[in-house]
């Protein structure tokens, strides 16, 4: 693998997990609990879809065939998708979308903090802005994931409940693979495995606020760097990408 | 609410004086006085509009997932939060008026409380968010501009706010019928079919004939409304007809034509029965999405309860300590 090819990939990887994981909160509109919070996921999306067009937009940029963000996007099918697949798992009731939430930008928040440093500079570009927002990412969710585990009976049996269905998902962000080997070697990506231990004491931290127990070993399910993905995922890609498919000529 | 003035002067008087200050073209404010029929107007408007708001983000909703490109998604995401923000901002405007969001909301679910009728029509196909933007948005910024002096402060100053957003709004969706009518065939298709649908029921978005209109006495003589709905009706069409005709769509009315006289168009007879039938429960929409709005609602009691108690919880944690 050339360093060209992995910061190709690199860079699809991190255009994919933003990508989706903006689809799938867009589906909040008009569905949630309070408009306040309808509002915030949208908005979330909508930093997310901003996050994806500037890494697809390099990604294409990089590849140099001629796709662009929106090929990159609309064009590929499931096997072609590099997301994490916890990016990609349904939003299930208000509490899963926030603890799928917290899990993911609590990742994030460390991965951008240190590509703010990348040698890439248009990696570091877009992790710097990336960073103001998953930062707020990450406090608003976890802010929910105390107030609705510290709540009522039922929305702590709730959020405990999400914890424990999403929680197989959560590793799989530190798998590193040679894409990631090899430009870690130049100083352009992160070694995911060593932000491992800081996520768990953040959750940790959050979960004893919470009441919320943490989940014992279990297994950790893989695949999103070999392009295998949950069922889910295919589902969502024909539904965001049915006019692209079915009007293949046309430009919008 | 009435201040302490209020207390000691005849009610004849209060009432004299109101109507002096709203002829003479005064704001008047949430704590002034001001007469119950006036106050019940405002809260059935300025609900109403609120509700429109939020009912309004459900069909465009129903295409955030499939917008065809990322730039696509981005703008009606950002319109739809727009909407929404809109709908908070009027409800606080509301809450002036001594009603709560809650209570509001009560009253859109028991059918009480109305919203715009137009969002009774489906969104069929992806230029129907382009016919939203356009003529939907384009009519609410004639009725909304006239707004903006109405003589309520709280709605005023919110009517100036959310027409900057709207007039981006109606751009965006001026854009989408661009492209499309740019576009291959069967998007000119689209687009067409879109004009069609939306045409009619935008014009009735200014509400009936002036003759026919119910609530306008009173809301001139206050000037809660500026202008009849006629008027509004006409600058509407006056504006959007040519920009229909500049990128080749079709106004679907046969009677529309341009009088040289009155320096404005005619135009063919609304259709009536087909918006009292809308209004009265029986439009395409109507049940999806007043069931829509309570099952949300509902299904987000938990949230709401548990947030509720968090908040009582560490209420009495920091009365403990103190």
Redesign the interface.
């Known amino acids: 693998m050339t360093r060209e090819e992995a910061l190709f990939k690199y860079t699809l990887r991190l255009g994919d997990n933003a990508?989706i994981l903006s689809?799938r909160l867009?589906?909040w509109?008009?569905?949630?609990?309070?408009?306040?919070?309808?509002?915030a996921m949208?908005?979330f999306?909508?930093d997310l879809?901003?996050r994806?067009?500037a890494f697809?937009g390099y990604a294409a940029q990089l590849e140099g065939i001629g796709n662009t963000?929106?090929t990159l996007?609309?064009r590929r099918s499931e096997r072609q998708y590099y997301n994490n697949q916890i990016a990609e798992l349904p939003n299930g009731?208000?509490?899963h979308t926030m603890v799928r939430q917290l899990f993911i930008s609590s990742f994030e928040q460390l991965l951008f903090s240190q590509l703010r440093n990348s040698k890439d500079e248009t990696i570091a570009a877009v992790a710097a802005k990336t960073l103001k927002e998953v930062k707020y990412h990450a406090s608003h969710a976890g802010d929910w994931v105390?107030?609705?585990g510290?709540?009522?009976d039922?929305?702590s049996r709730?959020v405990q409940q999400a914890v424990n269905a999403i929680w197989p998902y959560t590793a799989e962000q530190f798998e590193m693979d040679e894409v990631d080997s090899l430009l870690v070697a130049e100083g352009i990506a992160v070694d995911l495995q060593s932000l491992y231990a800081d996520w768990k004491n953040h959750i940790a931290a959050v979960f004893a606020e919470a009441k919320i127990a943490m989940p014992g070993e279990c297994y950790m399910q893989t695949g999103s760097r070999q392009g295998i993905h949950t069922e889910h995922l295919g589902h969502l890609l024909s539904?965001?990408q049915?006019?692209?498919r079915a009007?293949p000529?046309?430009?919008? | 609410m009435g201040n302490d003035q209020s207390t000691m002067v005849a009610p004849d008087e209060l009432l004299a004086r109101f109507d002096a200050r709203t002829a003479a073209g005064d704001a008047i404010e949430a704590k002034d006085w001001m007469p119950d029929a006036y106050r019940k107007h405002l809260v059935r408007q300025m609900s109403q509009h609120a509700h429109s708001e939020v009912i309004g983000m459900q069909p465009e909703g129903n295409w955030v997932t499939r917008a065809p490109s990322l730039r696509a998604k981005q703008i009606l995401l950002a319109k739809i939060q727009d909407e929404g923000g809109h709908g908070l901002y009027l409800y606080s405007a509301a809450e002036t008026l001594g009603i709560s969001r809650d209570e509001m909301i009560h009253q859109l679910h028991s059918g009480k409380a109305k919203y715009s009728n137009i969002f009774n029509y489906p969104t069929l196909n992806w230029a129907d968010i382009g016919a939203i933007g356009w003529l939907v948005d384009g009519a609410a910024i004639v009725n909304q501009v006239s707004l903006q002096r109405t003589s309520y402060g709280p709605y005023s100053r919110a009517m100036v706010r959310i027409c900057k957003e709207e007039s981006f709004h109606q751009r965006q969706g001026y854009e989408i019928m661009t492209y499309m009518m740019r576009g291959t065939a069967e998007q000119r298709e689209m687009a067409q079919d879109a004009m069609n649908r939306w045409w009619w029921p935008s014009l009735m978005m200014f509400g009936p004939h002036d003759g026919d209109s119910p609530h306008s006495a009173d809301a001139f003589k206050w000037k809660i409304k500026r202008h009849t709905n006629d008027e509004l009706r006409q600058k509407f069409i006056d504006k959007t007809v040519p920009q229909a005709e500049l990128i080749g769509l079709k106004v679907p009315d046969a009677d529309l034509k341009w009088n040289e006289e009155k320096q404005s168009y005619t135009y063919g007879k609304i259709n009536w029965d087909e918006f009292h039938r809308v209004i009265n429960g029986n439009g395409p929409c109507n049940k999806q999405r007043m069931e829509h709005h309570i099952k949300v609602h509902n299904d987000g009691a938990w949230v709401r309860e548990a947030a509720t108690a968090y908040k009582n919880k560490q209420n009495a944690q920091k009365t403990n300590l103190n």
């Open positions: 990508l689809q867009s589906e509109c008009s569905y949630g609990p309070i408009l306040e919070e309808d509002l949208t908005n999306a909508l879809i901003g994806a067009q697809l963000e929106d996007a609309f009731d208000f509490g105390i107030r609705l510290d709540g009522t039922e929305s709730r539904e965001m049915y006019l692209q009007y000529d046309a430009k919008w």
